[in-house]
């Protein structure tokens, strides 16, 4: 057993200190998911770090809230974070967003985040609006444990690569993906993960918000070019791979059996509860009566 020490480990509670950095999920869609404590907190700072300072000063001033910015985003983040370290050790009350959902969350923030923890300053999230979360909801998928990997490679056998060790996965899997690469990816996916269940979530909390729900192999003859606007896509993980074995499925099917059901009603039960394909339990089935 590893041994246990606490040489590094540090409590930092977010209200009873003067340097905090706030950090702010901002709309995906709909204004009216920018939360009244959110509202509260951009009032409140002196500055706010923003990785688009022009969309944040156009989502403030639906609100009123006109602030000093210092620019965050992807090609900064390790200048502009020193910087802001250097004012948040001033007791400067600062914000940091970024253009939709979670800093932090497929987008810039996380270096910052780190250099707060380093630098014993709290860290306090102010929870709002995201994008995977209700498309993995409405997914209509098992939610009980999920997988999120933000966006795949924009390199062919880079994505591929990444299929291949995201193959074996049971848990849910969540993907960002934008319109022009949908296509691809659908193909990709039914191509190294097999016929799956799959929720493309589109447009969240927008006027033309839509989910397309159904499996892989459907895409075949699908128009993409009706997929327009920003969208997540929700894959369902791999259910054969903590199964089954045909000596494991003829286990289940007598189970079945011993408990009154007919062959054809436990086929069928066994193949849709553990997503196997019904020839395969059929046939397994029938050498059962051998
Ligand atoms: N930080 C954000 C979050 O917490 O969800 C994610 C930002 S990431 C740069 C942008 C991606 O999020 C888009 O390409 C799309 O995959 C997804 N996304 C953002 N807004 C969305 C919406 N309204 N509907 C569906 N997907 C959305």
Do not use: W
Not at 4 to 18: E, G, L, V
Not at 126 to 133: L, Q, R, S, T, Y
Not at 198 to 214: C, M, P, Q, W
Request: charged share 30%.
């Amino acid at each position: 057993m590893a041994e246990r020490t606490i040489i590094n480990m540090k409590r930092i509670k977010s209200n009873f200190i003067d340097s905090v950095l706030y950090v702010v999920s901002t709309p995906i869609g709909n204004l009216k998911e920018l939360s009244p404590r959110a509202i509260e907190i951009f009032k409140e700072v002196d500055l706010i770090c923003s990785e688009d300072t022009r969309t944040t000063s156009s989502l403030l001033s639906n609100f009123n809230i006109s602030k000093p910015f210092i620019s965050y985003h992807m090609h900064n983040e390790q200048e502009a974070s020193e910087k802001i370290i250097a004012l948040l050790k001033e007791n400067k009350k600062i914000a940091l967003t970024s253009d939709a959902g979670y800093p932090g969350i497929s987008d810039p923030g996380s270096i910052l985040i780190r250099h707060c923890i380093e630098n014993d300053i709290a860290v306090s999230v102010i929870n709002g609006a995201n994008a995977f979360i209700p498309a993995l909801v409405g997914s209509g998928l098992d939610t009980t444990h999920f997988y999120f990997h933000g966006f795949l490679s924009s390199k062919e056998s880079e994505k591929k690569k990444e299929l291949m060790e995201l193959a074996s996965k049971k848990e849910t899997m969540i993907f960002y993906e934008s319109p022009h690469r949908i296509e691809e990816t659908i193909n990709d996916l039914f191509l190294i993960l097999g016929d799956r269940k799959i929720s493309i979530a589109r447009e969240l909390t927008k006027i033309h918000e839509e989910y397309v729900r159904g499996s892989l192999s459907e895409f075949k003859d699908f128009d993409f070019s009706s997929l327009k606007g920003e969208m997540v896509v929700v894959v369902e993980g791999n259910k054969e791979i903590k199964l089954l074995t045909d000596e494991d499925i003829k286990t289940l099917l007598k189970e079945e059996i011993n408990e009154g059901k007919s062959i054809k009603d436990a086929v069928k039960n066994i193949s849709e509860n553990y997503s196997l394909k019904k020839n395969r339990v059929y046939s397994i089935a029938t050498s059962l009566k051998d």
